[in-house]
């Protein structure tokens, strides 16, 4: 059974994809057949090996008269190709003798391995994703380069950024090109793909190296048909195998529309086969409705030029919101508590030019981030980009994101005169989370559903009190405990200001609410009747009637039945309960969400489906579940697990 769906997974369901590989052209061709599409190979380039040249030989000459203190390796095929080179009239012995003596630096693990073939041992690899930039950054750190003689293993073009950046270091930088392309002897099938991409005759373009994308402007160019080329991809998906593709395509104002977070043509086609359809319909109805879609974000996109009303209309039979109303679907929906995080490329490019707080107030980089998750994974619904503590803020207790150490209140609020402190909530403080929204919305598939959110008052008050994360919630039970009315007056406080938050978010575009409790199942069910559920019954009666409202907790497993009694329209399961009889004593009436352990998706892509599948048996098919992990994502998740798994629960329940 497992056999079957994995084959009926990642199809390019008959797109007509086009890939410009050379070497690898064999291969390229069978997987894009074996995944379903229809395949043109243009190869792209031709090498000259250097044996013709004598640039390794110059090389070898010097690195043996011990002219080089560090050789930076950026190829595992060239740095074999060198050597192979070099055997034609040096002893290999010497040569590696000779390297053994530099500081060997290797641009990622295929140098690495082509080097312990040799049994050399490398001393600084620079961790994938590898462009030069971050060999520049890990020489920063690990060596010191001012002054010292370096050579630069290069493959294909020189990368001028790259050398004249280790210059401006005070190294002393040799040049050792290993291939030097040519264009193919001929070129026909290269000018065909030119011409039918130009006819937007072509779906799909794979780039496996940036020298491919050079070749292709290049024979444009001598067709006379460099802008026409331009034209036909602004309405073909383009795919890149990696970072440093990707950024050749900026160079020529375009951008990837797909790239796998490791660099391997299995991952490009695998990956882009399964969302490749999506994408093709995505970047045509765009160019449809006058997008610019060469160098284009995720936030430029527009759907529909129709009307609001049209739009919601679509949102409103979309599989999540059916579910979230107790309807039949045709399939289940998926989506992932913190599905947009670390774990996630596309977000730590962002992220690693500006703090956590910078990016959730920085709404159209907030809405990117929310939109990236959707398009990478296929998952039903959207959620927004931002935290359960941007609230706090306003409140004025002050908030900051240490590193490492998750978020710190700076005021925390530990008396009944502290409580009277809390400053009336400004709504319009939070307009950013309102505009990320709006943006957001304006860019989603209409049939995909935005989630907003809040913390619920009691995980934000634990905040509030504690200062920050905490193990026994040692001083928000004390207040509680000893001055149940400044904790009334808190939850109060909270209550009305995250209903108002919540109005918001749904007045700018939000379709679903959900409720972090996080910390909740702290409480006996005693102090849970009494401290917290008047409070959560007001919020949820004053939530704008349309909008369904989740509310998600984690070790609530004894709580559950008066947590629907607050009057949630879904109820979030975490990973501890079983799933079919916490929903048989919540009743039926009440979808549910859940429940998969986050720490699952560390497994193997088979031990994912065989735990998955369980909990979609537990769900029986019931009109009114959504699936989701039991608590947020984990920063190492590995993404293509992820992916397995969205495809898992679509595959196994579409009807
Ligand atoms: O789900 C999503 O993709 C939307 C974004 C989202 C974030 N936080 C982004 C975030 C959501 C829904 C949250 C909710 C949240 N925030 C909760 C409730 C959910 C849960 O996991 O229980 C809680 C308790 C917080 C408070 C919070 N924010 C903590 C404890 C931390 C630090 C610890 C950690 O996990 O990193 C944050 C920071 C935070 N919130 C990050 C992200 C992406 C990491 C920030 C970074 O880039 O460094």
Known sequence: MYDQIMKSQYSFEGLKVTAFESRRANEIEKLILYHGGVPRVAPSMREVPLSESSEAFKFAKELLAGNFDMVILMTGVGTRALVKAVAEKYAVNDFIKALRKTTIVARGPKPVAALREMKLKVDIVVPEPNTWRDIVATLENEADIKGKKVAVQEYGISNKEFISALRKKGAKVTKVPIYKWALPEDIGPLKDAIKSIVLAKEDIALFTSSQQIYHLFEVASKMGSKKKLMGGLKKTVIGSIGPTTSETLHRFGLSADYEPDSPKMGNLIREIARIGPTLVNKKRTANKNGVSTSNWRKVDMIWSKGSHKKRKEITRNSVFMKACRLEKTDYTPVWLMRQAGRYMREYRDIRSKMTFLELCKTPELAAEVTLSA??????????????????????????????????????????????????????????????????????????????????????????????????????????????????????????????????????????????????????????????????????????????????????????????????????????????????????????????????????????????????????????????????????????????????????????
């Open 374 to 655: 959707v398009d990478r994974l296929d998952v039903d619904a959207a959620i927004i980009f931002a935290d359960i503590l941007l609230i706090v803020e306003p409140l004025g207790v002050g908030l900051e994101f240490s590193k490492g150490e998750g978020p710190r209140i700076k005021r925390p609020v530990r008396s009944g005169k502290a409580v009277d402190r809390i400053k009336d909530f400004d709504p319009e403080s939070l307009q950013h989370v309102y505009d990320a929204l709006k943006i957001t919305r304006r860019a989603l598939d209409p049939n995909k559903a935005l989630i907003g959110f809040a913390g619920a008052p009691f995980t934000v008050a634990s905040y509030m009190i504690e200062g920050g994360g905490s193990r026994n919630y040692e001083n928000t039970k004390g207040l509680m405990y000893k001055d149940p009315g400044a904790w009334h007056v808190m939850m109060e406080k909270l209550t009305l200001a995250t209903t108002t938050y919540l109005n918001n978010q749904i007045d700018a575009g939000a379709d679903v609410v959900q409720l972090f409790d996080s910390w909740v199942g702290c409480l006996s069910r005693d102090d849970y009747k009494e401290f917290v559920l008047p409070h959560m019954k007001e919020l949820v009666s004053k939530i704008e009637k349309e909008t369904p409202v989740i509310h998600f907790g984690t070790g609530t497993g004894a709580l559950l039945d008066m947590i629907k009694e607050s009057g949630s329209q879904v109820l979030g399961l975490d990973w501890r309960v079983d799933l079919a009889k916490a929903w048989r004593q919540i009743g039926y009436d009440t979808a549910v969400q859940g429940n998969l352990d986050p720490v699952v998706l560390f497994s193997t892509h088979m031990e994912i489906r065989k735990r998955a599948k369980k909990i979609l048996d537990k769900a029986k098919g019931r009109p009114g579940y959504i699936f989701n992990l039991g608590h947020g994502i984990l920063p190492k998740t590995p993404v293509d697990n992820v992916l397995a798994l969205v495809d898992f629960v679509h595959e196994y329940t579409q009807k």
